[in-house]
């Protein structure tokens, strides 16, 4: 049975910083592309970060670039988002999803499994 588990949200100050992790059980995390995404009330659920097996190639929306750093540690079967400089907008819950078969990308239909989601609220 697949399971992708956040942690690592809570509520911070604009300006502040929040580093989340995705532990995966079930699959191997190496062989699959993962990422991060966040949906606030009433909106869909964005890319936020993604990156392949391998860790080296990134990719992140124009709204968290320069701010938020995707990493992995697939000896420990993990997912990363370390998130600076954080403001109100980015008040969201953030969820992880993995998937085998398709690139690593901020499109959501492209992932398999995910995660229940961490919240995360950033406040003025």
């Known amino acids: 049975q697949v399971q992708l588990v956040e942690s690592g949200g809570g509520s911070v100050q604009a300006g502040g910083s929040l580093r989340l992790s995705c532990v995966a059980s079930?699959?191997?995390?190496?062989?699959?592309?993962m990422g991060w995404f966040r949906q606030a009330p009433g909106k869909e659920r964005e890319g936020v970060a993604a990156?392949?097996?391998?860790?080296?190639?990134?990719y992140y929306a124009d709204s968290v670039k320069g701010r938020f750093t995707i990493s992995r540690d697939n000896a420990k079967n993990t997912l990363y988002l370390q998130m600076n400089s954080l403001k109100p907008e980015d008040t969201a819950d953030y969820y992880c999803?993995?998937?085998?078969?398709?690139?690593?990308?901020?499109?959501?239909?492209?992932?398999?499994?995910w995660g229940q989601g961490t919240q995360v609220t950033v406040s003025s």
């Open positions: 990156t392949y097996t391998g860790g080296r190639t990134k």
């Open positions: 999803a993995a998937t085998r078969w398709y690139c690593a990308s901020l499109q959501k239909d492209q992932y398999n499994y």
């Open positions: 079930g699959i191997t995390a190496s062989r699959y592309n």
